[in-house]
């Protein structure tokens, strides 16, 4: 039975991060059974497909990189490509397929050869799915038939910010404002609690608002790499020097591609790739975040008009397509230090930030 509702998009996802396969069947197509390349084993492998028989399902970002596909990765760097059956594509080979920290240490067999993809949309969402479970976007397809097969339509229900809904609140001082209050938000499909800091009190103008998505790295270990930390700190005063506001910390690390896939991206950028093609090279987006969520806190917090803290035109046109005015932007810009310069001369030039 083929499930479309978000709790299935959760048990596949669940099932992915666990090695176990699944399946994605969308209208008008067969089933595609899928195995993730990152969380499976040489065991499980061979108990989903014969070695020797299988295909590999990678993004054109990543096969791009490979030098699988000529296309220019950066405009569709999440299109689906499937690397076709070789004798040589073992488990080491598909892991080396997937995962570029191997590209220098593991020179790939091939040679390999691309096909036609005869389920297009069942892939599509596969590569949307690993990305959403913070897993590399690579399967070995058309395995055996597993528990849990998923339409297309239940990542984009599990992904639907209408299910979110306030679910505590309390008073929370804290550094530059006090009097701040924590709102938490839950939904019953996704894992993610995103919080609003409530700073001041509502006197009649929009708040000053700020989108912060989430940076492990930098809010809290004070990485150097990004703006993140200072632009945190910052926004809670300038909240405060307004007279009242709201930060939204919004469980999107890494731009949306989870903890683990930045710091592969990270990885890259040691090798010398910037921002955008470390994401690209990975077959990811270069911004994989959707904004809707945070008009939905803000919907259910009662504003519908903001003043938005930000750089990025995106987070703008994001918010206003679900349905929040944005009366004006307000610049965030801190000042550069000597690890940070290239990042975000990078998003001044590549990302469209106005900085
Ligand atoms: N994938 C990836 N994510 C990053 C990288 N550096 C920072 N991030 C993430 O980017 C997000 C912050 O986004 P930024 O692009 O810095 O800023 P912005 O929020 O788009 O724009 P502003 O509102 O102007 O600050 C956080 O989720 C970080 O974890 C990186 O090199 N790669
Ligand atoms: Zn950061």
Redesign the pocket.
């Known amino acids: 039975m083929v499930d479309a509702s978000p709790r299935a998009a959760a048990k596949a996802i669940d099932a992915m991060r666990r090695g176990w396969p699944i399946a994605i069947q969308a209208e008008g197509e067969d089933a595609l059974p899928l195995l993730a390349v990152e969380t499976a084993d040489p065991a499980a492998l061979d108990a989903f497909a014969p070695a020797g028989r299988y295909s590999v399902l990678i993004s054109s970002g990543r096969a791009a990189t490979l030098k699988l596909t000529n296309q220019l990765a950066a405009a569709d760097p999440e299109r689906p490509v499937v690397v076709a059956p070789a004798p040589w594509l073992d488990f080491d080979t598909a892991r080396a397929l997937a995962d570029p920290a191997l590209d220098l240490a593991t020179p790939l067999k091939g040679p390999f050869r691309t096909e036609k993809i005869d389920r297009p949309n069942a892939a599509l969402a596969a590569i949307r799915l690993a990305r959403i479970a913070g897993l590399l976007p690579a399967f070995v397809l058309d395995g055996i038939d597993p528990e849990v097969t998923i339409a297309p339509e239940a990542i984009a229900r599990h992904q639907d910010a209408r299910a979110f809904r306030l679910a505590t609140r309390a008073r929370l001082p804290v550094e530059g404002a006090e009097d701040a209050e924590i709102v938490a938000f839950r939904s019953p499909d996704s894992a993610d609690e995103h919080v609003a800091l409530l700073i001041g009190q509502p006197d009649g103008r929009p708040p000053l608002v700020r989108?912060h998505?989430?940076?492990l790295?930098?809010d809290v270990l004070g990485s150097l790499?990004?703006?993140?930390g200072p632009?945190l700190r910052a926004a809670i005063a300038a909240i405060r020097a307004h007279g009242w506001g709201i930060l939204l910390y919004l469980r999107?690390?890494?731009?949306g591609?989870g903890l683990v896939?930045?710091l592969r991206?990270?990885r890259l950028?040691d090798q010398g790739y910037d921002?955008v093609d470390?994401?690209t090279r990975l077959g990811f987006a270069v911004?994989a975040r959707e904004f809707g969520v945070a008009a939905r806190m803000l919907a259910l917090l009662g504003q519908r008009q903001v003043r938005l803290l930000?750089?990025?035109p995106?987070?703008v046109a994001g918010l206003e397509a679900a349905g929040i005015a944005v009366a004006e932007r307000v610049p965030?810009r801190l000042p550069a230090n000597p690890h940070n310069e290239r990042?975000l001369a990078t998003?001044r030039d590549r990302?469209g930030?106005q900085l």
């Open positions: 989108l998505s989430e940076c790295t930098g790499k990004c703006d993140c632009q999107q690390e890494g731009r591609i896939n930045k991206a990270y950028q921002t470390a994401n911004d930000t750089n990025n995106a987070k965030h990042y998003k990302t930030h």
